[in-house]
């Protein structure tokens, strides 16, 4: 007899997953920049890349992974508490893409490279513009939030190039919902002959 997941059990794995590998992508590049690259001024990061996938995918649920990659990032880089608050909460920003997403619509997203790269890159500049905003209402200085923008720019590139290679696997950059409908449709359509 075969074992299906419920849909709930099925988001709970496919979110674990991708919080793993935001967990071990950050490491990964947080202990580069931190062992081997130190003097650098700029940073790089997939946290907006998988929030952007995530977001695609389940909707709010990003939430997690847009703060797991600000925990991540500032434990690894050694934050002070009030690092970890504009990290968090400034990541969380990036939920506004869920407008972009009500506005233009996932398909559209989804089969139009250009709104698959402007989501993504509207992901990080969220992420970003969250930060300095946090980062401002705390005290610091304007000059010094800016920083957020020009430090993290790589990361914009990266982010575009995993959300375009991610669209086009099928099934990633896609709502599961409607993918594990359409899934299941195709599969009656064979069964049925």
């Known amino acids: 007899m075969e074992r299906r997941f419920s849909f709930q059990q099925y988001r709970a794995v496919d979110l674990t997953l991708f919080a ?5 992508s950050e490491t990964l590049i947080i202990f580069a920049a931190v062992k081997w690259f130190p003097g650098q001024p700029y940073t790089v ?3 907006s890349a998988i929030t952007a996938i995530v977001l695609m995918r ?3 649920y990003a939430l997690i992974h847009a703060v797991l990659g600000g925990l991540v990032f500032c434990f690894w880089s050694g934050g002070a508490p009030l690092h970890y608050l504009i990290y968090c909460v400034g990541n969380a920003f990036s939920m506004l893409s869920l407008l972009l997403i009500r506005l233009v619509g996932e398909k559209k997203i989804k089969e139009n490279a ?3 790269l402007g989501f993504a890159l509207c992901t990080l500049l969220l992420m970003q513009f969250g930060r300095a905003t946090v980062a401002f209402l705390l005290g610091t200085p304007m000059e010094n939030c800016v920083g957020f923008f020009t430090t993290d720019a790589v990361s914009g590139l990266f982010a575009m190039v995993i959300c375009w290679i991610a ?3 099928d099934g990633i950059f896609e709502n599961q919902k409607s993918y594990l ?3 299941h449709s ?3 359509r064979e069964a049925n002959g």
């Open 186 to 188: 195709e599969e009656e």
């Open 58 to 60: 389940w909707g709010p």
């Open 45 to 47: 990061s997939v946290t």
């Open 114 to 116: 250009v709104f698959t």
């Open 181 to 183: 409908l359409r899934v």
């Open 20 to 24: 793993v590998m935001l967990l071990i």
């Open 167 to 169: 669209n086009r696997l």
